[in-house]
């Protein structure tokens, strides 16, 4: 499959469990990324990556843990999740480039996460 | 602080009306401002960047520093328009995008 893939696509999950969410990219990109898209806000992005490095946390609470073993792969580890936490989550990635201009980013089709 | 805002939350025209749909941004540097539309049942995607200076599907949109606004435009809209709208803001040299609420485009025929 080409582009960004997510999976699962959708997940319910409660309160007490740990569950993660995968990201794959197979565009040859260097940096990935985590948002969050809920209906109250607007798309809000959690975590950066540029080369395996986490270079972004906007403040996100720490039951959400990102994890990116290369570049062409991004986890979100969830644990102990709330309820105010079931939003779209979506995944993108582009061409970390070096001083210039930001690049385009290609988001996958993303995961509805519902905390019950 | 970085800021992006789209007033309307939603933006209903007829087929063949002119569309605009607006953008303002807070940056204190040189910004970086994208369009980005999902259509229905589809992923996001980017429709135009400032510094392409290009028409897409029609659309054009021109910065505009002292207005700090970067209105999305359309002389004639068509029914496959319609979709949900984000502007975006990134500063230059920087991998991350800050997004507006959006405006969702309904063009009816």
């Known amino acids: 499959e080409t582009g960004v893939t997510q999976t699962p696509r959708h997940l319910v999950m409660g309160m007490t469990n740990k569950k993660s969410l995968k990201c794959e990219q197979h565009l040859g990109h260097n940096a990935m990324y985590w948002y969050k898209q809920s209906a109250k806000k607007p798309l809000e992005l959690m975590f950066v990556?540029?080369?395996?490095?986490?270079?972004e946390n906007n403040s996100v609470p720490s039951r959400f843990s990102p994890e990116c073993p290369n570049s062409s792969h991004l986890f979100l580890h969830l644990h102990t999740l709330q309820p105010e936490d079931s939003a779209l989550y979506l995944c993108a990635s582009s061409q970390a480039l070096a001083g210039g201009s930001t690049d385009t980013q290609y988001f996958g089709p993303g995961t509805r996460l519902t905390v019950l | 602080a970085q800021r992006v805002t789209q007033p309307e939350k939603l933006l209903s025209v007829f087929k063949g009306a002119p569309v605009e749909l607006k953008c303002n941004y807070s940056y204190s540097g040189s910004p970086e401002l994208f369009w980005y539309v999902q259509y229905s049942r589809q992923r996001l995607q980017l429709l135009l960047r400032?510094?392409s200076r290009e028409s897409i599907k029609g659309f054009t949109a021109d910065l505009n520093k002292g207005e700090t606004s970067f209105h999305l435009k359309k002389p004639f809209a068509q029914e496959e328009d319609s979709a949900m709208y984000y502007c975006?803001?990134?500063?230059?040299?920087?991998?991350?995008?800050?997004f507006g609420a959006g405006t969702r485009l309904a063009v009816h025929p």
């Open positions: 990556y540029n080369f395996k490095e986490q270079t």
């Open positions: 975006a803001l990134s500063g230059h040299g920087y991998n991350k995008l800050i």
């Open positions: 400032h510094i």
